[in-house]
């Protein structure tokens, strides 16, 4: 699709649901802005805060939560647990109950047997490491696939890069069979459960799905690092689990589309959010002999010639394959279950009730560590109520509600969040102002952050408040590294809790810290991502976990605290201008063409709107006008509402922000004016065209909403 799509391709960390989250940029010129001064200056409450942040009390929340199981449904104790913590640093805190389908795996195996008749057997386990207790948990988890189809699917393989559309159009252009044979998939690139999708939707049977250590940039065995334990490259043997779920179609507990998963609601068929093949994860080390038998058959990989084809297994070609007579057995059991999650939420009321400011970030983890995903965002969810503690004891109250959430269930399809909005929903759209998501807080030493527009603003201002450790030094700011490091707020797309609000108008931020290609390797969604991998290698001191929960402290305590609300309505102006250029430019190099000018004059209405607001605020603020800032804050809490369509994306009725969406066939990184970019791409103008209309009608509302 767009340039912007792959440049999420690039190397580097992987977080949650989504792999290189923060980094998804349209071309916003970088503003040149002064470094942030040290010393920095601090009001009282915001010392309060900050001096409250302790490395040791974190490092101690996060050996809790990595030593025990918790995959979705399985940890009640330690939801209640969450909730205790918070109820002691004054929370009201509860668990809201949920009644979900998910699966758990029974058994699985996979053989590639040779032509010549001799066979593998790949182990499909991660090795078990001395010095990493966790490893050897009878407990542990298998490698499996969350929401994947139980069955076996025995045939001739072939290797279909990442797997997205673009990399079956172009196998077929090479006049490889797809049809009744087995996908053989590398990680990165699109969410995982798209390539099963994709698979399945050309007549595929099964998938296994590989890591790769081109993804590490230069912290390779290869390139002569060291592999863990011993050093920062990745271990072999290490394996990628994840949801195969359908991700940009539908998030949530797919037995109930767009409504609360409890006891005795009707469930609906899930086959247009799962798939109906088995698949499995697998390490590089046990793919590469299913690539080698490929050698030689098909198409040689740099033939292909496709983004992100040939990966870094040493001694194979990535040929397309099939090799006559080479085929794999999978064999893939799964126990599907109705269940129980717990998502734990812990309230203090501000002043004014209708006004409320929710954080989240999830619990679930498929592995007993989840050290980085998401566990760095629950320690430092802890330490966040601890601190908002501390300014409670000095008689300071919040003028606006703060909600914490502790989802379960993010991992298979932002289960445990999805329920939640869909049950509070008319609250929400009455009173929620932002929802701040922290999923993996910490995976590398690198800040991060995607926000919608109106949190642009305060998002990079809060920066220059926090000292950010780096790289052995302590003299510099979240604002400078950030800057110098990547410098532009990223796009939100999918992968983390932060949809199910932003397709309900709630103006959303996430947040987290991300290793560079030269960093040590996050071993995501594996054994490995454990304590003992993040006290040694990711966080050592745990002093980034310190410093960006110091930084959603600070953003948090402006959003419940500031007299006018800080968020910037107007920077959607400026935003969708950019939006609207590369929209153009898509259109202008496609065969069709799209009258854009109602959305060109819906975006300039908008910023007139916008311009009206930032006046009447002026006033309010200027004349302490209370009444006055109380309309004005209550239009900057509502206007983004206005961006939503009741009847959702073509196809895609959950989706409902016109603005941006999960790309289609990419699940984690965006697509801006979705409506329209996706039917241009599927070459369908007349439906763009309607999409058009669409789109400046609902940003015509929004700036109706701010309009004075
Ligand atoms: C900010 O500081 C960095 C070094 O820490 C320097 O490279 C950069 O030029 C400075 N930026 C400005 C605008 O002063
Ligand atoms: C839940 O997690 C806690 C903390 O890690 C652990 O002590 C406990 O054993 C886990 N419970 C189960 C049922 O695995
Ligand atoms: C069969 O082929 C595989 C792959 O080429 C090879 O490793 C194996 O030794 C062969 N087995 C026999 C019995 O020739
Ligand atoms: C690897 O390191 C070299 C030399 O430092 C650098 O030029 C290159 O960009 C790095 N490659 C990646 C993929 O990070
Ligand atoms: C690979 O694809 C690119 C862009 O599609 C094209 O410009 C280039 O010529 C191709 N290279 C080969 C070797 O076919
Ligand atoms: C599926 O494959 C497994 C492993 O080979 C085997 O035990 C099982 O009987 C097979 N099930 C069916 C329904 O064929
Ligand atoms: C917070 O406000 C809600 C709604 O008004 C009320 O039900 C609840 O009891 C209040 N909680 C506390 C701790 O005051
Ligand atoms: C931070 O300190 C290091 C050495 O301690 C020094 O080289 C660097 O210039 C300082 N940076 C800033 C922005 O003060
Ligand atoms: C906390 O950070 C300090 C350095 O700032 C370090 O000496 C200490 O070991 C850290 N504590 C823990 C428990 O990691
Ligand atoms: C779209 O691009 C065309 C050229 O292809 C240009 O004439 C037009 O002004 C552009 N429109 C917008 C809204 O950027
Ligand atoms: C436009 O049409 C030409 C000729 O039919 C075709 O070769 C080309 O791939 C098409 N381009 C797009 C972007 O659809
Ligand atoms: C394009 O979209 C329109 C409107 O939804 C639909 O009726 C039509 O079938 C679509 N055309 C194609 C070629 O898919
Ligand atoms: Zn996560």
Same mark, same amino acid.
């Given at each position: 699709m767009r340039s912007l799509l792959i440049l999420i391709a690039a190397i580097g960390a992987q977080a949650c649901q989504r792999e290189r989250s923060f980094r998804n940029h349209h071309r916003h010129a970088k503003r040149q802005e002064n470094n942030a001064t040290i010393p920095i200056v601090l009001d009282a409450n915001e010392q309060t805060l900050i001096d409250s942040f302790d490395n040791a009390s974190i490092s101690t929340w996060s050996y809790y939560y990595t030593h025990g199981a918790h995959v979705a449904g399985q940890n009640k104790s330690m939801a209640q647990w969450t909730a205790d913590r918070w109820a002691e640093y004054g929370f009201t805190s509860r668990l809201d109950e949920y009644y979900v389908y998910l699966n758990y795996p029974v058994s699985h195996s996979l053989q590639l047997n040779y032509a010549n008749g001799s066979t593998y057997t790949p182990s499909l386990v991660e090795a078990v490491l001395e010095e990493d207790d966790v490893t050897s948990y009878p407990n542990r988890i298998p490698t499996f696939h969350g929401y994947s189809f139980s069955g076996n699917a025995s045939a001739e393989y072939v290797y279909v890069g990442r797997g997205q559309q673009v990399d079956f159009k172009r196998l077929q252009a090479l006049g490889v069979e797809l049809e009744g044979k087995i996908a053989l998939a590398k990680y990165g690139g699109p969410f995982r459960g798209l390539k099963v999708k994709n698979a399945q939707e050309h007549g595929m049977i099964g998938a296994i799905i590989f890591t790769d250590p081109i993804d590490d940039g230069n912290v390779t065995e290869a390139k002569g690092v060291a592999a863990y334990p011993n050093g920062p490259a990745r271990n072999p043997t290490s394996v990628q689990r994840g949801s195969v779920q359908f991700l940009s179609i539908y998030p949530g507990d797919p037995t109930t589309p767009g409504y609360v998963s409890k006891e005795d609601s009707p469930r609906a068929d899930t086959s247009l959010s799962v798939p109906s093949i088995p698949s499995l994860p697998i390490s590089w080390l046990e793919a590469q002999p299913l690539l080698r038998a490929l050698d030689g058959y098909g198409t040689v990989g740099r033939t292909v010639n496709r983004t992100g084809w040939v990966g870094a297994i040493p001694d194979v070609t990535y040929s397309t394959g099939p090799a006559p007579g080479a085929t794999l057995s999978l064999s893939n059991v799964m126990e599907d279950k109705t269940t129980w999650i717990w998502d734990a939420i812990g309230i203090i009321n501000g002043t004014n009730q209708d006004e409320v400011v929710i954080v989240g970030n999830h619990r679930d983890a498929w592995v007993v560590g989840g050290a980085a995903d998401p566990n760095s965002g629950s320690a430092v969810l802890i330490e966040l109520a601890k601190a908002f503690g501390k300014l409670l004891e000095t008689g300071w109250k919040p003028t606006r509600t703060i909600v914490l959430c502790s989802w379960d269930a993010e991992e298979y399809g932002l289960v445990g969040s999805t329920e939640w909005v869909e049950e509070y929903i008319p609250w929400l759209t009455n009173a929620a102002v932002s929802y701040l998501n922290i999923d993996v807080a910490v995976s590398g030493p690198i800040p991060g952050i995607a926000a919608s527009p109106d949190l642009h603003t305060i998002s990079r201002s809060i920066m220059k408040k926090i000292i950010w450790p780096y790289r052995g030094t302590t003299n510099r700011t979240m604002y400078d590294v950030w800057e110098e490091e990547d410098g532009e707020v990223g796009v939100l797309g999918s992968g983390s809790d932060y949809t199910s609000f932003l397709h309900r108008g709630i103006g959303a931020i996430d947040m987290g810290a991300e290793g560079g290609p030269d960093d040590p390797v996050y071993h995501y969604h594996s054994n490995y991502d454990s304590y003992h991998w993040m006290s040694t290698f990711g966080d050592p001191g745990f002093i980034t976990h310190k410093a960006i929960g110091q930084y959603l402290a600070l953003l948090l305590y402006h959003l419940v605290n500031d007299a006018s609300l800080p968020l910037e309505p107007a920077n959607y102006g400026a935003d969708m201008k950019t939006?609207?250029?590369? &929209?153009?430019?898509? /259109?202008?190099? @496609?065969?069709?063409?799209?009258?854009?000018?109602?959305? @060109?004059?819906? /975006?300039?209405?908008?910023? !007139?709107?916008? !311009?009206?607001?930032?006046? &009447?605020? @002026?006033?309010? /603020?200027? @004349?302490?006008?209370?009444? &006055?800032?109380?309309?004005?804050?209550?239009?900057?809490?509502?206007?983004?509402?206005?961006?939503t369509s009741q009847g959702g994306l073509p196809g895609r009725e959950f989706f409902q922000n016109l603005i941006f969406a999960p790309g289609m066939d990419t699940g984690y990184a965006p697509a801006t004016f979705p409506g329209i970019t996706e039917s241009v791409t599927a070459g369908n103008f007349t439906l763009a065209q309607e999409w058009v209309g669409k789109t400046a009608r609902a940003i015509l509302v929004a700036a109706a909403i701010l309009k004075t």
């Open positions: 939006y609207l250029e590369e &929209l153009n430019e898509t /259109i202008a190099s @496609s065969n069709g063409t799209v009258d854009l000018s109602a959305l @060109s004059s819906a /975006i300039t209405t908008f910023e !007139a709107s916008a !311009a009206q607001f930032n006046a &009447l605020r @002026s006033f309010a /603020i200027s @004349s302490n006008n209370a009444e &006055l800032l109380k309309v004005v804050n209550h239009k900057a809490r509502d206007f983004s509402r206005g961006f």
